[in-house]
């Protein structure tokens, strides 16, 4: 099992341009979200999804949209990118009935330049 | 709001001995769990250790333990025997319901030193 991968592990971008970012994960989990950390800080929910075809807002969701066409995958797409993007973004995913234990990707770098 | 507040941003400690990290929370929730979550260099986020409010006796697994004070809104974490591959940043987060969403604090960075 690969449990939850990430793809790109590293993107650099130009302000306005748009990109998305994938996760995937293998342990069939209900449950996936996308979290982001900014230096000094823990990370923070952008979107999250309890089921194929059900997203939902998390804590900072401005700036980012969100798919779940199947359940293995769960989409994160920056429309038009902003310096204040930069940052590491993380997928995780739990199964429904134990949400509290998420198993984690190992993370996307984007920089915006 | 609910806030997880680490007064810690750094710490050091020598292989062998043992160090503890604070963390306080504030939530109107009485269920709730307590994560201690490690990230060393390679960014990957790792569970260490797991609480349940309800449940009263403190956790621990292997070298890690914590001190889970309810009335307070206190868990900390403590590092017995340190190892040089402990040396990482870590996180304190709490989970309240609806369940699924994690909420961090800013983090501690340990260094082990030989």
């Known amino acids: 099992n690969a449990g939850v991968t990430q793809t790109p592990k590293f993107r650099v971008l130009k302000t306005g341009q748009s990109m998305t970012l994938l996760c995937a994960q293998d342990?069939?989990?209900?449950?996936m979200y996308w979290y982001r950390q900014d230096p000094g800080m823990g990370l923070r929910l952008i979107h999250y999804s309890v089921g194929e075809g059900t997203t939902a807002k998390g804590e900072v969701p401005d700036g980012y949209n969100v798919s779940r066409l199947k359940k293995q995958n769960f989409l994160l797409g920056l429309e038009s990118a902003a310096p204040s993007q930069t940052s590491v973004y993380f997928c995780?995913?739990?199964?429904?009935?134990?949400?509290?234990?998420?198993?984690f990707g190992p993370g996307t770098r984007l920089l915006v330049l | 709001a609910q806030t997880v507040t680490q007064s810690q941003p750094e710490m050091s400690v020598q292989e062998a001995e043992t160090v503890t990290l604070s963390c306080t929370y504030d939530?109107?929730?009485?269920?709730?769990?307590l994560f201690w979550y490690k990230q060393p260099p390679s960014r990957q986020m790792i569970l260490v250790i797991r609480q349940e409010a309800y449940k009263q006796q403190n956790a621990t697994e292997n070298r890690f333990s914590v001190n889970f004070q309810k009335a307070a809104k206190s868990f900390s974490l403590k590092i017995s025997d340190s190892q040089l591959g402990d040396t990482a940043m870590y996180f304190c987060?709490?989970?309240?319901?609806?369940?699924?969403?994690?909420?961090f604090g800013a983090g501690t960075q340990v260094v082990v030193t030989p």
């Open positions: 987060a709490f989970m309240t319901p609806p369940w699924g969403k994690l909420q």
């Open positions: 342990m069939n989990h209900e449950y």
């Open positions: 939530t109107s929730e009485s269920n709730y769990y």
């Open positions: 995780a995913s739990s199964y429904q009935g134990a949400p509290e234990t998420q198993y």
